[in-house]
């Protein structure tokens, strides 16, 4: 059994105690909605975006601390990305997550910084819809946005 | 669901330690340490009379039924149809023919709402449902609502985790069914199934009871009950996955159109119709899972051997040990949602937990091989009704100890530590 301490990093646990970007955008920051089917979790992310750049971005929903954290380290990471970046980050991501196909391109160049800590997720293959369930609201977020 | 004394005391010896080596499972070690399963209200795990039985039906008696002449068919077919006895006394049915064999509880309850609902139901009658429900008795009437604008009405629930029978009366005129669970499988509330279908009768309705979550752990008698539908799995039993039961009246089974066709439900297919068979194979249609028939009947008769008032006083002792465990040890720090009355319920206890998420929780438990079931529990609008999204839920069964609730009290204190 992998150790338990590589899932709840330390990282990922000030994120999941002290969540950045919490709240909700007013109009004309379009919103879209997540949620995980097997737990209940939901999740909304507001996304503000002009001139092809995430100007802000914040989350509001219930989770556990692997959803709520990946949120939260998402939404420092993105913010003031251009929407061609935004995309590249998510899919680097979700390469790490092992959820990408063998045709997709991921640029290796993309650095993901403290998000790497979630690596440890993983080891743990069901908890991997909760690490990338704000990431998918994410990028519907971002389809309404530049649409 | 009441534990008689004569019955209790047939079966002085009951005794979950040694009950446990049944169940060949239950002696897997991880990392060294022992196997702790609470998420029988899940699925069960199985002994090994169920075990040998299907991989001996499988190894010397496997062949068709009821569509050959030759002896092991024949033989087979002996098997199959003698499970289904099996099951019909085990819930004290009328008559074999009342039991037909779905894929699970879930199809059985699909099965009675396409097949009774459609015959039964038009634009405008009401089917009264309660807010304890799993969802395979909630969907399948919103179906039946989207394409025959039928009404759904729910019995609400008390603060003590009860239905709320207070308005029972006026939620129940004008209603052609009544379709309830017989335990909640989020909160472990018993409910009072007979009292329930003879309020049902006494409004003109017919009764549907989900017994999925109280015929594994207590004694069922479908004609006491006053039921007309009764629905359950085999794999919650101690039984294989893959069979399900349906229960019903043989005068509604009877005047009921069939559900899937296919082959085994007919007595004749010519080129402009068919003639349904008898029951109960006309809801039988295909070949049924026949191992897993087999396997049932063996699960059958296996609990019958240990005695459903035992397992039933068994879980009402634990329950109380339980509950009085989590809550001298964590006070304010654990709140469970269910009734605290262990003779008013079943071994299931949904909590939450010094706010830790119940995904989380049962992450930390697996560390001590706990095994939990964290989420909404299939019972969505129930969970937003108690205000909650998920739930970390630990189910016991015949084969739980103490030892089993001492250890979950052990992981649950690692839980903090983390967080």
């Keep these: 059994m992998p150790g338990i301490e590589d899932l709840y990093r330390e990282i990922i646990l000030d994120h999941y105690r002290t969540p950045r970007n919490r709240g909700e955008l007013p109009p004309p920051a379009v919103y879209s909605e997540g949620n995980n089917p097997l737990c209940g979790d939901d999740i909304r992310i507001y996304l503000d975006v002009a001139d092809g750049v995430v100007r802000d971005v914040k989350f509001s929903g219930q989770g556990c601390s692997i959803s709520q954290s990946s949120t939260s380290m998402m939404t420092v990471a993105v913010k003031g990305k251009t929407v061609a970046e935004v995309q590249a980050f998510v899919r680097r991501f979700k390469h790490m997550m092992t959820l990408t196909n063998e045709s997709e391109t991921v640029d290796e160049s993309v ?8 690596q440890g997720v993983v080891k743990f293959p069901v908890r991997i819809k ?10 519907e977020a971002l389809t309404e946005a530049i649409k | 669901m009441v534990t008689t004394l004569t019955e209790a005391s047939h079966n002085m010896s009951f005794d979950s330690a040694v009950i446990r080596r049944d169940f060949p499972l239950l002696a897997k070690q991880i990392d060294g340490k022992p196997l702790v399963y609470l998420d029988s209200a899940n699925t ?39 499970a289904r006895a099996a099951v019909a006394k085990f819930i004290n049915a009328k008559s074999a023919r009342e039991i037909v064999f779905t894929k699970n509880a879930t199809e059985a309850l699909n099965l009675i709402v396409s097949s009774w609902g459609r015959a039964n139901l038009k634009t405008g009658d009401v ?35 009860q239905l709320d029978l207070t308005s029972l009366t006026s939620l129940l005129s ?33 009764s549907i009871v989900d017994a999925c979550q109280s015929v594994p752990h207590s004694p069922s008698d479908v ?15 101690c039984g294989p996955s893959g069979v399900g039961v349906l229960w019903g009246r043989e005068e509604l089974l009877e005047a009921m159109p069939p559900f899937l066709g296919g082959g085994n439900m007919i007595t004749d297919v010519r080129l402009d119709g068919f003639t349904c068979a008898e029951l109960p194979a006309k809801f039988e249609a295909g070949t049924p899972p026949i191992a897993e028939v087999v396997g049932l009947g063996a699960a059958v008769e296996y609990l019958t051997n240990i005695g459903m008032a035992n397992v039933r006083q068994h879980e009402i002792s634990l329950s109380s040990y ?22 008013l319920r079943g071994a299931t206890f949904s909590f939450a937990f010094r706010g830790i998420h119940p995904h989380d929780i049962s992450q930390i438990l697996d560390q001590s091989n706990v095994c939990v079931r964290a989420g909404h529990h299939c019972a969505k609008p129930l969970m937003k009704i108690i205000g909650a999204n998920a739930t970390t839920r ?26």
């Design chain 2, 322 to 343: 339980v509950l009085d465990l989590l809550t001298n040890r964590f006070g304010d720090d654990i709140t469970i949602h269910g009734p605290r009355n262990p003779e």
């Design chain 2, 127 to 161: 089917v009264l449902l309660t807010h304890m429900e799993h969802h395979a008795n909630i969907v399948p009437w919103q179906m039946l609502q989207q394409e025959r604008g039928i009404e759904l009405r729910w019995v609400p629930l008390t603060s003590d985790f």
């Design chain 1, 130 to 139: 909760c690490a990338t369930l704000g990431w998918n609201t994410l990028l």
């Design chain 2, 394 to 419: 630990a189910s016991f069964y015949l084969y739980n100890t103490t030892t089993d609730a001492d250890t979950l009290a052990d992981a649950l204190d690692s839980a903090s530590d983390i967080f």
């Design chain 2, 44 to 82: 069960s795990q199985k002994p090994n009379a169920v075990i040998d039985a299907m991989a001996n039906f499988m190894r010397e008696s496997y062949a068709p039924i009821n569509r050959s002449a030759y002896t092991l068919a024949a033989n087979a077919t002996e098997q199959y149809e003698g």
């Design chain 2, 174 to 206: 004008g209603v052609k069914v009544f379709s309830f669970t017989s335990m909640s499988n989020v909160l472990g509330t018993i409910n009072p199934v007979e009292k329930l279908c003879a309020a049902a009768h006494a409004a003109g309705a017919i």
């Design chain 1, 111 to 118: 650095k993901l910084g403290d998000i790497e800590a979630l």
């Design chain 2, 223 to 237: 004609q006491s009950w006053g039921a007309d539908f009764a629905t359950f799995s085999g794999h919650k039993m």
